[in-house]
C-alpha cells in the first residue's frame, strides 16, 4: 500500500500539472482502501508530508472497501479548483 500510494501521488502531480493546475488547488480528496488500519500504520506519514508539502486544505473522506481494480489497495479521487 505504501509504494501505491508513493506511485499515485506522482500520477496525481502529474495529472494536475498537465491540467494546468496546481495540487495546492485540491478542495476534496477521497481515500478508497482495503484497509483503513494499513493505511493508519503504514502510509499517514507519506500522506500528512504529501499533503503538507503542496499546502493543501481538503476536505478528506476514507473508505474502506472490499476490493479495487487489479488488486490495488488504495486509490485516490482528487477535486481540484484554480
Do not use: P
Amino acid at each position: 500500500m505504501r509504494s501505491q500510494l508513493q506511485q499515485i501521488f506522482q500520477n496525481l502531480e502529474h495529472l494536475i500539472s498537465e491540467a494546468g493546475y496546481e495540487c495546492q488547488g485540491i478542495v476534496r480528496l477521497n481515500v478508497y482502501t482495503t484497509s483503513v488500519a494499513e493505511f493508519f500504520t503504514t502510509c499517514t506519514d507519506i500522506y500528512q508530508a504529501w499533503i503538507a508539502r503542496h499546502g493543501v486544505k481538503q476536505a478528506t473522506t476514507m473508505v474502506e472497501v472490499q476490493g479495487l481494480f487489479a488488486g490495488l489497495t488504495i486509490e485516490l479521487e482528487a477535486t481540484v479548483v484554480k
